[in-house]
């Protein structure tokens, strides 16, 4: 396992309508997101603890085009991996982010 | 002019026949050979150095022939020359191993990848061509013809005359060649009954039927479980199905193996009725029975199916859609591998498949590294064919698009539709495909390229769609392959610039360009989310194999 911690700029997220939201399933090829309200109004704190080793960059890269195309400011991320490729990241953050602002779909 | 003094012999294929069936008939064995007799015909009829056609696909497999072949004596029966489609069975590679065989010309070799790239670095096997079904369907007819071919039926009568059953596959085409080019037809059968449901392949085209110990094996190759869909599939159909099938109102189509195209099948009674789509995409395929196209035909969807082979546990079921499948008179289905290569190739508007890596010229290979795998049939699909002259409003946007309004051709639409990382985090997008490497090992003239980027003209990725018909230049198609590459190394070094001016000229769209919101890619859009799902569409007709049933 590895930790890593992430400290992204993003413009503030909307009112949440939950206070936490978790959303996807720990099993191989996915990922589990548990999302809450963060300390700081224009930043997203994200930790990710992820069974694959030495992928720091590409974590880096995906959350940076998350927290550009989307308002995540204000919100804390913790992020349990099992091996997802970026593409499920991208569309669990996003699943994630809605169902905390507007409540379970 | 004076004739010729000695007048050649214009009949020593005929005279080679006869001598062999005299052999066999020296032996005392007649049209039906008992099972544990099979040795000795092989021995009385092949000769050192005969070019042998042993059938076997990727689905059906005359596997007791070949089992016995490699049985043989390889002081008797020495580097024959295998012709056949597909490496699949152990006993294919023992052939080499053993001594019995020498050269081989194939299409596809699967999962004995491995063992050949090791006979090959081994110099213990020639390796002659590794062609497309129909590249060497061709070649038995022009420089390839078996002396001796060991075929699969299902059924065989006291004449003779074979019954092949719903998995047809290339049995027709191999009897062809080799039955009319004086070679020798022994096939394999299942059972031996008084009267056949129908006649597939006639008796004066066979020379010896032998029932085998055991059916022939058929692998379950076209089946996938829904359960193992993912959402980022669900999110490529959509936009495969809303930026491509409903744009160019694609009826015509043939659909690669995998999960991608599974998604798509799946997503047609739901999100596709939902756009208003029914009876303007998809409605007559060049496709073998996938059990994830039931719902999409239960649901009128489809009108016409023409498949390559069957699949295990459809025949009830294609039986009782008689109007949808091709099917004898008897009601079972006929499959025909040559014929439905031929109708993917000119009759479709379009192939969509996935690959293994893609290079930023936009090649594709299925190729790694330790392995020769071969094409099987999809750069037959996967291909623009330039001898197409009909007109189809598909193929004409395409052609236009592609040459401008005044084109003297339309286009096939070729779409690669993958996730741009596999499993364990291995980038489909690169710089340069393994195929390369894998050339220089086997010593090749090419690279084992499966569609050739110029042969491409859509890549879906969860990143959006690029429509390389668009592209002027081949940086234009560089970066918009780049562009839809999401964050493996490739994709990250896009010129971003240059990729933004790609998608307001609409080479390149995202989900939102399309009107799709990714949070909407859900499993439950899904017609059918498991296996027992599609049993259920079925009214009970698709019968799975027994791997895919957890109930």
Redesign the interface.
């Known amino acids: 396992m590895e930790t890593l911690n992430f400290r992204l700029e993003s413009a503030p997220a909307e009112r949440a309508a939950s206070a936490s939201v978790l959303c996807g399933v720990v099993g191989s090829?996915n990922l589990e997101i548990l999302l809450r309200q963060g300390d700081e109004p224009k930043v997203c704190t994200v930790e990710v603890k992820t069974a694959?080793r030495g992928?720091g960059d590409?974590w880096q890269?995906?959350l940076d085009?998350f927290a550009a195309t989307h308002a995540a400011g204000g919100t804390h991320i913790a992020i349990n991996d099992m091996?997802a490729?970026?593409?499920?990241v991208?569309?669990r953050l996003?699943?994630t982010l809605?169902d905390y602002q507007r409540g379970r779909? | 002019m004076n004739a010729p003094q000695t007048s050649p012999a214009w009949d020593q294929l005929r005279q080679g026949r006869n001598r062999r069936l005299a052999r066999a008939a020296s032996q005392g064995l007649g049209r039906q050979v008992p099972a544990g007799k099979i040795i000795s015909l092989l021995e009385a009829v092949i000769e050192p150095g005969d070019r042998v056609c042993l059938e076997g696909n990727n689905q059906k497999q005359a596997d007791f022939l070949s089992e016995s072949l490699a049985d043989c004596n390889p002081e008797v029966i020495h580097d024959l020359h295998m012709v056949q489609s597909v490496l699949a069975l152990p006993s294919h590679v023992d052939l080499f191993e053993r001594g019995l065989a020498r050269k081989l010309d194939f299409s596809f070799s699967g999962p004995q990848g491995a063992r050949l790239a090791r006979l090959v670095q081994e110099q213990r096997i020639e390796i002659g061509a590794i062609h497309t079904y129909l590249e060497l369907f061709g070649r038995y007819f022009v420089d390839l013809t078996p002396k001796v071919c060991l075929v699969a039926a299902q059924a065989a009568d006291a004449a003779g005359n074979l019954y092949l059953g719903p998995n047809t596959e290339d049995t027709p085409v191999i009897v062809e060649a080799t039955a009319f080019k004086g070679g020798i037809v022994i096939a394999q059968v299942n059972e031996m009954v008084d009267k056949l449901p129908r006649v597939d392949v006639p008796a004066d085209w066979v020379n010896f039927t032998v029932q085998a110990p055991k059916p022939n094996y058929i692998e379950p190759l076209f089946t996938r479980d829904p359960a193992q869909i993912t959402e980022v599939q669900v999110l490529m159909a959509m936009m495969a199905i809303k930026g491509i099938y409903a744009e160019y109102g694609i009826t015509r189509l043939n659909h690669g193996i995998g999960f991608d195209t599974a998604a798509i099948e799946l997503l047609l009674p739901t999100y596709g009725t939902a756009l208003g789509l029914k009876g303007k995409i998809c409605t007559h395929w060049a496709l073998n029975p996938h059990p994830t196209l039931i719902p999409a035909i239960e649901s009128g969807f489809v009108e016409s199916v023409h498949s390559f082979g069957s699949e295990v546990g459809m025949d009830a079921y294609i039986a009782a859609r008689s109007d949808v499948f091709f099917t004898g008179a008897d009601g079972s289905m006929r499959s025909n591998r040559a014929f439905s290569q031929t109708a993917g190739l000119y009759a479709c508007d379009m192939f969509i498949g996935s690959t293994l890596q893609m290079d930023m010229a936009g090649n594709s290979s299925t190729a790694t590294l330790g392995r020769i795998t071969g094409f099987g049939g999809a750069p037959n699909m996967g291909s623009d064919p330039h001898g197409r002259r009909h007109a189809s409003p598909a193929w004409l946007k395409a052609g236009r698009e592609a040459g401008g309004p005044n084109a003297v051709r339309g286009r096939k639409l070729v779409v690669q539709m993958v996730e741009t990382f596999r499993e364990h985090m291995a980038p489909v997008f690169v710089e340069d495909l393994d195929a390369w490497k894998l050339k220089d090992m086997m010593g090749a003239e090419l690279p084992p390229i499966m569609i050739y980027g110029d042969d491409v003209s859509h890549i879906v990725t969860e990143e959006g769609i690029a429509n390389l018909l668009l592209c002027r230049s081949a940086e234009e198609r560089e970066q918009a392959i780049r562009g839809v590459a999401g964050f493996t190394p490739v994709g990250r070094a896009r010129d971003r610039r240059m990729v933004e001016n790609l998608r307001d000229r609409g080479v390149i769209r995202r989900a939102e360009d399309l009107g799709i919101d990714p949070r909407d890619a859900s499993r439950d859009l899904l017609a059918a989310r498991s296996v027992k799902d599609l049993v259920r569409w079925s009214g009970g007709l698709y019968a799975p194999p027994a791997r895919f049933r957890n109930w």
């Open positions: 090829g694959a992928f590409t890269a995906v085009a091996g490729t970026p593409a499920v991208s569309l996003a699943q809605s779909r």
